[in-house]
């Protein structure tokens, strides 16, 4: 069994920036791919960055390319979601979550997190 909770969420103007943390219980975080997916008002959950057990592989959706970074510490237990040049399309909660394949795929995802939210106002 593992535990996420995720914070770092807020409000923030359209441009800033914001760093999510995932912070996992267990000792089996680091045997698991860990993925950020975020869900806005009235749509499906979407995937958002994906990173392998041991950070050497990552993976995002195209539009948060080159603005969003997934990274981890396995020694913290702690994943992260590096978020600049935020828009008001990023506005959204936003889960991470872990498991034994990691992909772009929700079925890829053994444990979730509860969310946290994140607003980017114009």
């Known amino acids: 069994q593992v535990q996420l909770v995720e914070s770092g969420g807020g409000l923030v103007q359209a441009g800033g920036s914001l760093r999510l943390s995932c912070t996992a219980s267990?000792?089996?975080?680091?045997?698991?791919?860990m993925g950020w997916f975020r869900q806005a008002p009235a749509k499906e959950r979407e995937f958002v960055a994906v990173i392998s057990s041991s950070g050497g592989y990552t993976y995002y959706q195209d539009s948060v390319k080159g603005r969003f970074t997934i990274s981890r510490d396995n020694a913290k237990n702690t994943g992260y979601l590096q978020m600049n040049s935020l828009t008001p399309e990023d506005t959204a909660v936003y889960y991470c979550?872990?498991?034994?394949?990691?992909?772009?795929?929700?079925?890829?995802?053994?444990?979730w997190g509860q969310g946290t939210q994140v607003t980017v106002s114009s």
């Open positions: 979550a872990v498991g034994p394949a990691g992909s772009a795929n929700r079925s890829g995802y053994r444990y």
């Open positions: 267990g000792r089996t975080f680091s045997s698991y791919a």
